[in-house]
């Protein structure tokens, strides 16, 4: 019996006896579906670090050439917003069948579209080649990147999880988690090595093209894998009950507050990560003089930080609880992110590196547990939609906005006010997820939002 939140005592269920995943996977099986998990997060990290250094270092000139100097700017990182509001709707595209016709099938349809976007925008000429075409096409395969992804997240997160053994499941949540994390060091690192092996000039030209192409080789090993793997047990315990109604209609219907709240749980890591890596490598280069290649290597270093501390919080998430990992890491994003432009202002490069380092470690350590604790607050009938939908929209705020915003709030009241921005953001972050239940000590196998 699911265990009951509503009045009374709160009776501990066996997991061995009750959770279809109590046991987890076999050493084999479980690799290849953690790797299976890993690397569509992987293509969609990758993708979108490598589109937000683009954008803020080399599409201005390549495809807003005309705009000029913080015009281009602005449109460049405006391009990147576009795919963080089709995120959303992608997320209910792709959750709604992710619910009804299981996690495997969603997520190959999903690393095909990701892979359609990234290789065909490494093809796009150049505004001085084709004019206005160039960032109209963008723009379109910006929305179809951003479609395919917004059922990634949720699909990766629900197929380790709902294989993983309940008293690991937020260690092996880690996995999806790292595929987001890592390609924050792997992607400039890519743009850094093609920049060296590169004149200025062919970079511009040509030597930013060769990371996205790359990206196939990725979309092909992970749609191999994804081919190999048995969806969950608890999807499939879940459909041998049978489904009634719309996930959609159903999760807006049931929790529609809980995926509001929901929406803050992720907020401090996506705003950090994006300002970070798109907004703050351009202030790099444009405000402190530091050379491209200074910032690539530091936002390649930074993203290592980024990776440690999302294991290291996944980890401390079977031990210390979800919430409380996750919450302190907001509070701290509070501080810091007052404290980011001063540091930043002090105008060395040592110090650069470390501040970009510190924020990437506070956005690592809030983010290694969200893969466990967001799809925890929902039943597994649309698990899928009411998870990816809320963090979705995480990306329109965190990710689409707060870049977007950064060089208009800065050039018209300065980067104090901006710090402050940042701080409220992570101080909402906060109260949001400190007012969700932690759910670590239960199963993921109901159904009903009654059940709890």
Not at 22 to 51: E, N, Q, W
Not at 87 to 110: E, M, N, V, Y
Not at 214 to 229: E, Q
Not at 249 to 264: C, D, V, Y
Request: proline share 5%; glycine share 12%; charged share 10%.
């Amino acid at each position: 019996m699911p265990i009951s939140e509503n009045g009374g005592s709160t009776r501990q269920v066996d997991p061995a006896r009750e959770d279809p995943a109590a046991h987890g996977a076999g050493g084999r099986s479980f690799r290849r579906i953690a790797f299976a998990s890993l690397i569509g997060t992987l293509i969609d990290g990758y993708d979108f670090v490598l589109y937000s250094v683009a954008a803020a270092l080399v599409f201005p000139k390549v495809f807003f050439p005309s705009l000029g100097g913080a015009a281009g700017t602005i449109a460049s990182l405006a391009t990147l917003g576009v795919a963080f509001v089709a995120r959303p709707i992608g997320a209910l595209l792709f959750g709604h069948f992710g619910d009804r016709l299981g996690r495997k099938r969603t997520l190959i349809w999903a690393i095909l579209g990701m892979g359609i976007g990234t290789t065909l925008m490494g093809l796009i000429p150049s505004a001085n080649t084709i004019g206005v075409a160039a960032p109209i096409l963008i723009v379109v395969l910006r929305a179809v990147q951003g479609l395919a992804v917004g059922g990634e997240w949720a699909g990766s997160v629900l197929f380790v999880t709902e294989h993983a053994p309940q008293q690991r499941r937020g260690l092996y949540s880690m996995f999806p988690q790292l595929g987001h994390s890592l390609p924050t060091a792997l992607s400039p690192a890519i743009l850094l090595l093609v920049g060296v092996l590169s004149t200025p000039e062919s970079f511009i030209a040509w030597g930013w093209r060769v990371p996205f192409l790359a990206g196939a080789v990725l979309v092909i090993v992970g749609l191999y894998i994804r081919l190999k793997v048995e969806e969950t047990p608890v999807f499939a315990k879940s459909k041998q009950r049978g489904q009634t109604g719309v996930p959609m209609l159903e999760a807006f219907k049931h929790q529609s507050w809980t995926m509001l709240r929901g929406i803050g749980v992720p907020l401090t890591t996506i705003t950090f990560v994006y300002v970070a890596q798109s907004f703050v490598s351009n202030y790099g280069v444009e405000h402190l003089a530091l050379s491209r290649n200074q910032v690539l290597a530091v936002s390649a270093l930074s993203g290592l930080f980024y990776a440690a501390f999302t294991v290291l919080s996944a980890f401390l998430s079977d031990r210390a609880g979800r919430r409380r990992v996750i919450g302190g890491a907001h509070v701290l994003g509070v501080v810091w992110g007052v404290l980011l432009f001063p540091v930043l202002n002090l105008g060395t490069f040592p110090v650069y590196a470390a501040a970009l380092c510190v924020t990437m470690a506070i956005a690592g350590l809030a983010y290694g547990a969200v893969g466990a604790f967001l799809p925890e607050q929902f039943p597994t009938r649309y698990r899928y939609t009411a998870a990816g939908f809320s963090y979705q929209l995480t990306g329109v705020l965190g990710g689409g906005l707060a870049p977007l915003l950064a060089p208009v709030i800065i050039s018209s009241y300065g980067t104090t006010t901006f710090g402050v921005v940042l701080g409220v953001l992570c101080a909402l972050a906060a109260v949001c997820t400190f007012s969700l239940k932690d759910r670590a000590n239960e199963s993921m196998d109901w159904n009903d939002p009654d059940q709890r």
